[in-house]
């Protein structure tokens, strides 16, 4: 089933213990739609500036992306600078410039309006809430915020979230947006708002599903070599969102492997700066690590 | 099995966002030992002081634990004041008197010396190895330390961790110890000292098996309430060794099964003060919360 995505797309100059990338394609956005491209037809809103290289368009359009949405604007494209020290799980930002993103709003496409999954990339909630208004009846909304739209638009975010069946954020965001500091009591805190499921984000530590059909728990793949964890949380979203669009099902059996395959795909982006390594990954090294999943979490009965 | 654990008995002073108690029973060998008596029969090694309560050893022996190899010795009990504030994960240390535990000799009773299972709870590594000389010949030897050591003792530390076959260390220390961020990386380095396994135990976010033979997490419990986190990562080693210990084996699956036995009694141990909770478990409680890991952890194949 098809699957829109709206969120940013950018150029990032990235610096981690094990190397450094100026300008490289990234952006939520990005991450999420060649993630979810694993499993379906992405359709992607976006805005990019005068100075963004058409060939990162496409390298989109050559794994099925519909950048149709993307719209290109006087202007320059959204920058994002950070650096990350031996402590991978933190992204410390150096510089932002907003550039076209600033006067950035989404116009969904007439032909991405039926699309029956969309996922709503971390970006201002109103924003989140215009395309919810131009989409006719997804099957299943989900968003992803951050500690910065919890502090400066707590209003709109918290429209944004009852709108929405399943709500991402790092498990740190759940806990402040709700604030208790219990992860289990303000995940159901925000699914008081809403909607069915929440998704914790919780780095090298995986991720965890709280819903009211029940809790699973999705361990993060077990990697010593970590290039770059820029991504990771766009990449989990995009195998996990992409997979639910893929079997065009929502039950708890089928979020429970989609949290499996959001991991892996996240696992592989970290592998390598930038979106290298996801575009260069093969199905049946996905399928792989799936599989090794089950290895890392199954034990067996004494029965 | 017959299961002999070493380490500390103490008098616990604790407070945390849910209250606070007043010189209750506590000590890593004290936990340890209580969680491994739902498995298995218990030996334990310790010292204490002319004040240590007679009923807290009448409540051991209650539970199947010998205490023959408690020493009662002139003086004070150890004691422990700590705080945990909203953050369960970290215990703020107020007070310690160690008391009657500065001068303690461990002497395994003659009676234990064919243990076929020992467990080093944290003490000094010097007296861990004091009672690796005292034991004949133990299919599994297991031990637990700390910064401190690390910091002050690492020559007999490693001298220790040489000679037993599996290595229990919070994640924040296996990294101390290796000198290194990355988990699996420094697992391995410690690996190839000697240890057959290492459980790298991370609080709220559970524990991790690294051993040649493979890796699994186990998660931990998703909990609502945590009324004190104290004796968690020794009630986990108890059910885990104590596993181990009643089964006899040590293959990769029994070790996995043991894994979550371990998280599962440590889920328990955290839901009251003290040994609170411990005393009162069921085998049937315990039985059932292993079977819901399964739920939170096992996805179906689509196949």
Redesign the interface.
Known sequence: MSLVVVGSMALDTVKTPFGEVKEVLGGAATFFALAASKYTKVQIVAVIGEDFPEQHLDLLRRHGVDVSGVQRRPGRTFRWTGEYT???NTAHTLDTQLGVFADFHPEVPEHYRDAEFVFLANIDPTLQLEVLRQMRSPRLRALDSMNFWIESKRGPLTEAISQVDVVLLNEGEVRQYADT?????AA?RMLDLGPTALVAK?G???A?L?SAA????A?AF?????LDPTGAGDSFAGGFIGYLASVGDVSL?TI??A??HGSAVASFAVEDFSVDRLTRLRPEELQQRVEQ??????????E
Do not use: C, Q, W
């Open positions: 031996y402590d991978l500091y219990n992860l289990y009591v159901r919780k090298e530590h995986g965890v709280i029940g809790v699973f728990i361990p077990p990697l010593e070599t970590v059996a429970k492997r949290m499996i999943f089950r290895e890392l979490t199954t034990f067996e009965s004494t």
